[in-house]
């Protein structure tokens, strides 16, 4: 196992995101990283536009977009004063949060005891989107960009359990920190061919019309995905639905025709990348009840890898000696972008090899990725 020195969940979550790749892509592991970190399973990822609206959402385990509603404050013109200006409601309030920001003290220090961090500025932000079902502790760090709140990400558990302390607060101000670098990486290639390893798999029940009547527990998430349409109070419960519907129906229709109706199949598949990553969707019917739709998002090499190091006995350099050799890279290339010599990138290279018992590229990124399946689950 490697050690905290190395691979850290801080050290963890830089490296994905500063990656190169769209947010979006990066976000699912930050997030799992994250949730190890904190010591918690659940929270969100807003991103909001100039007049601090939320125009998308990422939460594992999305619900149906009928029951989105509920997740979204009122408009941010309809907000009370005190919820702009970041006072909290007393926890006697209905569905009032118990929240705790990630900000250190006034003079920029973090605090060395488990007492509540004081407000940011863009607090209200926060509550724009989260599950209203029950008082909440929440735990989260708002990302600027050019001085204005470009995202905010958050981390939540009931009231009830222990509060967060001084490590929760830390990771979460880290995640966003390195979150705010993610635009500053050189672009990754994206091409269908570095999209090699396993990813999230959900399932849908529908009607042939695309309608879903049932789902498994991430099924609405991977297929708000995979339709690319953004989830905020503008597209819930309607657009996003029909933007799921249309994109079943365009499965349906995979290579039939125009003009021709569409006839009972065993199985239909069609895939597509987007943002979120790389899509495969399968169509199981037999034309006379509920069709079954299987969608998997495979993740992008890159972050597979860096999920994969945390597993391996990799030292900083051979990490990132990795990730530039599954880029496709030369050797004056990863010297070049590692600032070192031609003989220093040569060494990293057969150092790699010889901890992954590889002897070329295609080998080192297979036994990698073979450490993240034989893994526990």
Not at 115 to 123: D, H
Not at 154 to 164: H, K, N, S
Not at 179 to 189: E, H, Q, T, V
Not at 314 to 342: C, F, K, N, P, W
Request: proline share 7%; hydrophobic share 40%; charged share 20%.
């Amino acid at each position: 196992m490697l050690s905290d020195k190395r691979w850290s969940a801080p050290a963890q979550m830089r490296r994905l995101c500063t990656l190169g790749l769209p947010m979006e892509a990066i976000v699912p592991a930050l997030m799992r990283t994250l949730y190890r970190e904190a010591l918690c399973g659940a929270g969100l990822v807003l991103w909001f536009d100039s007049r601090g609206e939320v125009v998308n959402l990422y939460a594992p385990r999305l619900p149906a977009p009928a029951a989105l509603g509920a997740w979204f404050g009122p408009p941010p013109q309809t907000r009370s004063s005190a919820s702009k200006t970041g006072i909290l409601a007393g926890p006697d309030r209905r569905n009032a949060y118990m929240a705790t920001c990630t900000d250190g003290d006034d003079d920029g220090r973090d605090r060395d005891d488990d007492r509540a961090a004081p407000l940011c500025p863009s607090r209200h932000l926060c509550g724009a989107a989260a599950p209203a079902t029950l008082p909440l502790q929440r735990l989260c760090s708002t990302v600027t960009r050019h001085g204005s709140p470009m995202a905010s990400l958050m981390v939540y558990r009931p009231a009830a359990l222990p509060p967060f302390g001084r490590k929760e607060r830390v990771a979460v101000k880290a995640a966003g920190r390195y979150l705010s670098l993610n635009d500053r990486s050189i672009p990754a290639d994206t091409s269908a061919a570095m999209y090699r390893a396993g990813g999230e798999h959900g399932f849908l029940e529908c009607e042939p019309d695309g309608r879903v009547i049932r789902a498994s527990a991430n099924g609405y998430e991977l297929l708000a995905q995979a339709s690319g349409c953004p989830v905020n109070r503008a597209t819930v419960p309607d657009r996003l639905e029909q933007a799921g519907r249309q994109l079943i129906q365009h499965l349906l229709a995979e290579g039939v025709p125009r003009g021709e109706p569409l006839a009972p199949a065993a199985e239909r598949m069609t895939t597509l990348i987007n943002p979120w990553g790389l899509f495969r969707l399968r169509a199981f019917f037999d034309g006379s009840g509920p069709l079954g739709v299987l969608i998997e998002r495979v993740e992008h090499l890159l972050v597979r890898l860096v999920e994969a190091m945390e597993l391996l006995d990799l030292s900083v350099q051979q990490g990132e000696t990795l990730l530039l050799l599954a880029q496709g890279l030369s050797q004056d290339r990863i010297a070049e972008r590692m600032g070192v010599t031609h003989n220093t990138a040569d060494y990293h290279i057969r150092q790699l090899y010889s901890k992954l018992d590889a002897h070329t590229r295609n080998e080192a990124i297979a036994s990698a990725l073979g450490s993240l399946e034989s893994a526990p689950a």
